[in-house]
């Protein structure tokens, strides 16, 4: 693997984590201020 | 340099998500509508009494061509103390654009301003606006003669309670009542989210305002408390008359607590009544995590908008 491959491979892990991350934070304010569960239901 | 990269991407992500997870919702697209005026017309802030608030917006089809019209009424949620019926808007476009007559009502909120403002004065409110509704609907050309009452939180409870409590001398005959997350009782002891368990003069307080009565710790664990509160808690109004009902509540809910709805939902078993009841595993009072059953909820609905109201 080049040296740029596993750039590009880190920059793909780097978008998938801020993506469930963005999601995740969305859902923990929500749940906070009207109450539910942290996972299951719509995805994340 | 791809030290700088990967943190601009992990933001950018991070943000774009953000806002996809708040706006995107495939599924519900189908319970809206892009409003023209080809679609019907809206009349806003007509007035049903002496109070500021005492308002109502009728959004008519552009089909006048029918005999009489099914009405949808839906009330705005806020908690009793805040919220107006534009916030409602976007349902009543699409109410409307299946060829109901439907009307938004403004009702006196809790305030400073309104510090006598209760459940039970604002389900009266609702009661009063009702011939003014069916006035101004026949008034326009679309005389109504069948209705249904819905709305969410504070205005699933008003809603409830007019289906329940009021249908009977309702000036138009209510068909169904559809609502989310509206509380139906209020037994103190289901409302330990607010602490009610450790507090008895707070769960007092509470009640009081709710009812517009003086409610004491004494009467609440005395058999008096039913009768003190009878005229907000909508499932002590449930008999075998009751209209058909759609009703759905978040297991999580803090604000309706979720032990209040087994109460609605054992006076409708225990009664006959028809009723779909949809619970949302994943949610709070927001029903924010269950999209799959909100659909499902929106999908009886129809059905029951179709078979109680026609088309």
Known sequence: ?44 | MWGFIYVSVFLIVFVISIIVKISYHPGLKDYSVKWDSSMGTIYTDIPYGENNANRFDIYVPADNTKKTYGLVVYLHAGGFTTGDKSDDAEMLKWLCSKGYVAAGINYTLRDEKHPQASVYSQSMEIKQSMPYIAEKSKELGYPVDKMAISGGSAGGTLALLYAYRDADTSPIPVKMVFELAGPASFHHEDWKNYGLDQNEEAAANLFSIMSGNNITVDMIESDDYDNEIRDISACMWINNNSVPSVIAYGVYDKICPFDSSRHLINALKENNVPYDYFEFPHSGHGLQNDDKIYIQYMEKVCEYLDRYLGR
């Open chain 1, 1 to 44: 693997m080049t040296l740029m491959q596993k750039r590009i491979l880190i920059l793909l892990v780097i978008i998938i984590i801020a993506a469930i991350l963005g999601r995740l934070t969305v859902r923990i304010f929500m749940n906070l201020l009207l109450g539910g569960s942290l996972f299951g239901g719509n995805f994340l």
